[in-house]
């Protein structure tokens, strides 16, 4: 997984959609300094001129220039300590600006500042094995998500990194990935070497705690909504369902950009599965 | 028969038949009876058949019938009998015949004599009657004179008796007056020589006809003699009893005399209170000074009795002397002893309770309840004298209460005992092997874990026992009926030891350093095994002894075994999930450097297998011993005869994956990954982390599925050179030819093994294996 990430052909988001065309290389990250790429991850907000890339123990910030066709290392940050420490993975905050970037490595959490390149918070031992993934919940800042090879989802507050918020236990083998949904951060997708999807919702720790806001809703319907309303406070944190279409270990699993009910799963035999979000839940949420 | 015989010969005798009618009635009257007899005894007449007589009174031929007739006799006799018995009974009947007449001479000769002398004696009685006669009315007449005599007496007399009788009146009443006249100097003499008691009773026995004559000038004066005398003899014995000093039955002597003089009860009862209340203070303070600041000298036994002979003992003698002295007071009085009581209880209970605390830290149980019986015994006195102060009812509840502390010290020592076994596991675990000389092995150290644990249970029971033994006064509670032993004993000590031990072999499960764990593995295992003893045999021995020795009663609700020994089970295999977790990570860990750490791009044509997999299999090899001593070996799934040489099935397809792997077009992946993924739909899914059985097997295949599972994704992450994959062939190779013995479905192996070479195979962009026989010679060379 990180061969392709490192062959260089990074398409920007725009370009996705032209599926015929050949794909070009637009720009060459110069790795031969700082050894094997892990991850790459663009700034999620703003004009896309930003990148992030993790390579063996160095954490490097690249500006795109003359229309994505250069970069130019703008600055970098190595993790010195005892032994050959490897990011492993790594995320850009949505939140502050952007400017904050966690990171793994393996079984330690990192946050850094990208303005200074200097790490602003550090959890150790955030998972009992190695950390696989991790992401930040899009509605609520200073949520983030991790999984790893104890099997285990933690939920973390990075304000307060002696406990996690939430740990989850549902998988057989290693997390290999985790995804927030981008608008209804209750949802949480995670895929493993078990070769099971799971779909979970995590009402407590959400954004949207307890169900929809009234707000926005016409008044005619308010009594209908204020007895739906009573029966949707007792959601309970829980599993909503469990995808076993893959026959192998699942590498990788994201929501769709377009539509926020949708998502696929990708395994080692190389199946896509595309499910959706089961629809009695879904107007339960938009309800 | 003699009668008829009589009548027939001599009919005419005049005295001969006074005697033969009875002579004939009687043997009659006896058949009577004898009918009646029979009769009531229900037989019937003919049963008695055997008798010669017939019972029929018309039958003329009985000669005792009434009926009989002596023609029809003898011409009966003359026609069935021979001549020898008509002689026969011609002898017999003269012989009774004569015997019957000398009979009759001879009562008619005595009966005569009789006559005669009765008529004598008339006659001498008529003469002695009128004799008697005369001398009856001489009689009569000297009792009228008499009368007369003894009336004309009386008269004379009668003025005379008067005057004697006011005489005596008199005198009575002159001698009262004497005592009151001398009654004040005997009670001066009296309030002398002390004689308190004897000067009261004077006082009672003159002051109602004091306060009666007082308007008399002389009785006045006495009176007031006698108030002033009285006043002195008050005052004194208020002055002995404020005193103190004496003994508590001279004061309520004091007292009582004092309430005979009058004095108000209600002060009295307040001062005599007081008085009680000092001197058990000084015994509730030489108490206090036992307890001391630093611990005391006096075991709890000599503590417990001297409370109850000093403190208890006084306020028995206290209300007992109080009961008696103002049972007048009525319920006002007994509320105020009440009060009383009660307070000074609270504060001897404290003092109590106090030492009792200090005794709460260890020592003897025995010693302890000794302690507890005497002092619930010696307040049970006082309790039924002071049923209100509820004293026995507090001293019921502080043995209660020290019954439950020692419950919950008795858990702690229990706990500790477990936490103690644990520490000497680990330690033995931790002893550096000497080479040659194995150390305790982990079944004895199991047995000596369990050994030990049940002997502190047992020593616990015991010790806990005793607060139920028949001979304790206190053990005949409810309290230690039934909510002690169900409660507290089974409930509280038992089931609580039991939960807190499987939660104590729980926590080991989730500490949080997952990282290898500080626990180590062969302790998890020992625990695993411990637990599921106690599912098995151990906790339901242990409550069946409970019960046994205490008898739980059923009116609380219990934790029944089943829950237990769930909860036993569930313990162990939670912790037999960890160690194979724990046991996994380590080998995955191993191979996973393997993998990581070499450049399997440019490494060389393999000569030989890695050491790691060696070692990966000698660690195995090793888990398996020490599984091997505490569990049993399980069931595995049928081998085919050689498993050894089985070679790569999926591999073909494999290679074939390979050599399309870079043209990529959308289409291949899904015919090349066709057979294996056939494949994989009927073979099961493989759960990595899934809970594991109570036997070696199944923990074995546990960890070796963790470990090739791991094995496949580090290899999954890797790119391989053509000697790359050629290692990672042999190396499989060889784990297949050891692994497959260890686990229950030897297929598992194969297919792990067969899909990391597939991978691997699937990572190279140069996919050469090596021939199947050069890998076995590599493998068998070691």
């Excluded at chain 2, 709460?360 to 302890?368: A, C, P």
């Excluded at chain 2, 053990?475 to 104590?504: A, D, H």
Aim: charged share 25%; aromatic share 8%; net charge negative.
């Amino acid at each position: 997984m990180p061969k392709e990430l490192e062959s260089g052909s990074h398409e920007s988001p725009d370009d996705s959609s032209s599926t015929a065309q050949t794909l070009e290389l637009l720009c060459h990250l110069d790795n031969t300094a700082h050894g094997n790429m892990a991850c790459v991850v663009w700034e999620p907000m703003g004009d896309g001129k930003k990148i992030i890339s993790l390579a063996d123990n160095h954490i490097l910030l690249w500006d795109l220039q003359e229309s994505s066709s250069q970069a130019v290392l703008a600055s970098s940050a190595s993790l010195e300590g005892k032994g050959q420490l490897k990011f492993t993975s790594g995320r850009w905050s949505p939140h502050h600006n952007c400017t904050q970037v966690a990171t793994a490595n393996d079984t330690t959490l990192r946050g850094w500042d990208t303005r200074s390149m200097s790490q602003i918070y550090c959890i150790e031992n955030a998972h009992g094995q190695l950390v696989r993934d991790l992401d930040f919940n899009p509605n609520k800042q200073y949520y983030l998500a991790s999984c790893g090879d104890d099997c285990k989802v933690k939920f973390w507050d990075t304000r307060n990194v002696t406990e996690p918020v939430k740990t989850l236990e549902e998988h057989s083998h290693w997390v290999w990935n985790v995804r927030y949904n981008h608008s209804h951060d209750q949802l949480v997708l995670t895929g493993s070497s078990d070769s099971r999807v799971i779909l979970s919702n995590m009402v407590s720790i959400s954004s949207e705690p307890f169900g929809h806001l009234v707000d926005d809703d016409d008044i005619s319907d308010q009594e209908d909504h204020r007895s739906e309303e009573k029966s949707k406070e007792p959601l309970q944190d829980n599993v909503i369902a469990t995808y076993e279409e893959h026959e192998d270990s699942v590498y990788a699993v994201d929501w769709s950009s377009a539509d926020p009910w949708l998502f696929a799963s990708l395994s080692y035999d190389g199946r896509l599965v595309i499910n959706r979000v089961p629809r009695a839940l879904k107007y339960h949420i938009l309800l | 028969m003699a009668a008829a015989a009589a009548a027939g010969p001599s009919p005419g005798s005049g005295p001969g038949d006074s005697p033969e009618g009875p002579e004939g009635e009687a043997p009659e009257r006896r058949r009577k009876a004898h009918g009646m007899l029979k009769l009531y005894y229900g037989l019937s007449e003919g049963e008695a058949a055997g008798r010669p007589a017939g019972p029929d009174p018309l039958d003329p031929t009985d000669l005792n019938g009434a009926h009989f007739d002596p023609e029809v006799y003898l011409d009966k006799l003359r026609r069935e009998c021979p001549l020898a018995q008509l002689m026969d009974s011609e002898t017999d009947m003269v012989r009774q015949i004569r015997a019957l007449d000398s009979d009759m001479q001879t009562l008619v000769y005595e009966n005569y004599n009789k006559f005669i002398s009765a008529t004598d004696t008339i006659r001498k009685m008529k003469n002695d009657f009128r004799k008697m006669e005369d001398e009856m009315d001489r009689l009569a007449t000297n009792m009228a004179v008499i009368t007369d005599f003894s009336a004309r007496i009386s008269a004379t007399l009668q003025d005379r008796h008067e005057r004697i009788t006011k005489l005596a009146g008199v005198h009575a009443l002159l001698r009262k007056l004497q005592f009151l006249f001398e009654l004040p100097s005997r009670l001066t003499k009296c309030v002398e020589l002390g004689a308190y008691g004897q000067a009261v009773r004077y006082q009672g026995r003159a002051q109602a006809v004091l306060q009666q004559y007082q308007h008399l000038p002389s009785f006045r004066a006495i009176q007031d003699d006698c108030r002033v005398i009285t006043a002195r003899l008050a005052q004194q014995l208020r002055q002995r009893f404020r005193e103190g000093g004496s003994g508590a039955p001279e004061q309520a002597e004091c007292v009582e005399l004092l309430l005979a003089l009058g004095e108000p009860a209600e002060e009295l009862c307040e001062e005599f209170l007081a008085h009680a209340r000092g001197r058990l203070e000084k015994e509730l303070r030489s108490l206090e000074a036992e307890l001391g600041p630093s611990p005391p000298a006096p075991d709890v036994l000599e503590f417990t009795d001297h409370g109850g002979s000093g403190f208890v003992g006084g306020l028995c003698q206290v209300a007992a002397a109080y009961q008696e002295l103002f049972a007048a007071q009525g319920p006002a009085g007994a509320e105020k002893l009440a009060a009383f009581a009660r307070e000074l209880g609270s504060r001897y209970f404290a003092l109590v309770e106090r030492r009792l605390a200090q005794e709460q830290g260890g020592g003897d149980n025995s010693l302890l309840v000794r302690a507890l019986d005497r002092f619930h015994r010696r307040l049970r006195a006082p309790g039924a004298l002071l049923a209100a102060a509820g004293l026995a009812d507090a001293a019921t509840e502080i043995v209660e209460r020290v019954a439950r502390e020692r419950l919950g010290h008795h858990l702690q020592g229990l706990r500790a005992a477990f936490l103690g076994c644990l520490t000497d596991v680990r330690q033995a675990l931790a002893a550096p092997r000497v080479a040659g000389k194995e150390g305790p092995g982990l079944a004895e150290l199991l047995a000596n874990v369990a050994s030990s644990i049940l002997s502190h249970i047992k020593a616990s029971l015991a010790a806990v026992h005793l607060f139920t033994a028949k001979e304790v006064s206190f053990s005949n509670k409810p309290y230690f009926r039934g909510e002690f032993c169900s409660q507290g004993v089974r409930e509280g000590l038992i089931v609580g030891f039991i939960r807190s031990m499987c939660q104590t072999a729980q926590s080991f499960c989730d500490s949080p350093g997952e990282k290898g764990g500080a626990t180590p593995p062969a302790l998890l295992l020992l625990l695993s095994r411990l637990c599921l003893d106690y599912e098995t045999a151990t906790i339901s021995y242990i409550l069946t002894l409970t019960d046994e020795q205490f008898l739980v009663q059923d009116q609380f609700p219990v934790t029944p075994v089943s829950t237990l020994c769930a909860e036993a089970r569930e313990t162990a295999r939670r912790l037999l999930t960890h160690y194979v977790k724990v046991q996994g990570l380590v080998i995955s860990q191993m191979l996973r450097k393997s993998v990581e750490t070499r450049d399997w791009l440019s490494t060389l044509e393999p000569r030989n297998v890695r050491a790691v997999m060696k070692r990966v299999v000698e660690d195995t090899t090793a888990i398996d011993v020490q599984v091997g001593l505490l569990y049993e070996e399980g069931v595995r799934k049928a081998q085919s005869s050689d498993s050894s040489k089985r070679t790569f099935s999926v591999y073909s397809s494999s290679r074939q994956q390979g050599r399309y792997a870079p043209s990529y077009t959308p289409s291949a992946p899904m015919d090349t990954n066709l057979l294996s993924n056939i494949q994989k739909l009927f073979s099961e899914r493989i759960d990595v982390f899934s809970p594991v059985e109570f036997n070696k097997v199944s923990v074995l295949t546990g960890i070796i599925k963790i470990s090739l599972k791991t094995l496949l994704e580090c290899v999954r992450l890797r790119t391989f050179g053509r000697f790359g994959l050629q290692q990672v062939q042999v190396d499989c190779h060889f784990l297949q030819l050891y692994l497959w013995r260890f686990v229950a479905d030897e297929e598992l192996v194969h297919l792990l093994l067969d899909e990391v070479v597939a991978s691997a195979a699937l990572r190279c962009p140069d996919p050469v294996p090596m021939e199947p026989s050069v890998v076995e010679v590599i493998c068998e060379r070691g």
